[in-house]
DNA sequence: AAGTCTCTCAACCGCCCATTT
DNA sequence: CAAATGGGCGGTTGAGAGACT
């Protein structure tokens, strides 16, 4: 499939991973402000969708995939450039209970926010708070269980809920999945006041998930 | 001021799945 | 139906910037 995996091992041998390589091959590395503008141009024309048909007829030496994420994480139109807000934040705490490590479904529910950028977040903001929040209710940990009861009550549902996916879509529903009460599972009233309109959409989006 | 450490995030890698041949 | 190809996704890396000593 590849065409490029010699190259890419003997640039990580010579420690060039990021580098402009030597050899007569694709691109790689940061883009610049042209690359940028003769890829917008290419997926005016072409579309953004047969990657491989726009790197080549771009002119730009770099493989499909690479044009891919260049346009999917920074010049797709909408993207929301800026810190994440707090309800943002919230969301992606609990869609992640909800989904776990699946970037892409999470950032499908945050306009404006690539799969990538949240993956980012997480792993430097939100991994960082949970670990701290965890050492901290072990170590007051008998003093007060009720605030982990919803926890408790997501990790069973997300265990569930991974259970039935893990056995690919489509197949047998009926066991795992079916212990997922939707209604039980986002009723947050005991919880922080929050904005719930998104689980209105959630909902309306998700329709099709089970 | 200089060196080192830490954090952030853009970009790449490798795998998997869907589609095409 | 099998093999080849392309696209999508999550994991990982590493350059650069800012904080710290």
New binding site residues.
Partial sequence: ?ST??DD??I??QE?N???VSTKKEV?????TADEDRILAEAIAIHGA?????IAAKSGLN?C???C???W???LRPNIKRGNISDQEEDLILRLHKLLG???????GRLPGR????I???W???LS?KIKQQKEKQSSTIGSTRKSSRSDQKISNVVQNKQEGTAK?EGDDHSNSTNNFDVDEFFDFSNEEPLNLEWINKFLQVDEGYN
């Fill in positions: 499939m490029m995996r890419e091992s640039l990580k420690g991973m990021r580098k691109n790689k590395g940061a883009w969708k047969k990657w491989k048909t770099r499909g995939k690479s891919r994420l260049r999917l994480n920074y490590n699946r970037w892409s479904l999470i950032a690539t799969d990538n950028e993956k980012n977040y792993n430097s903001h960082k690919k």
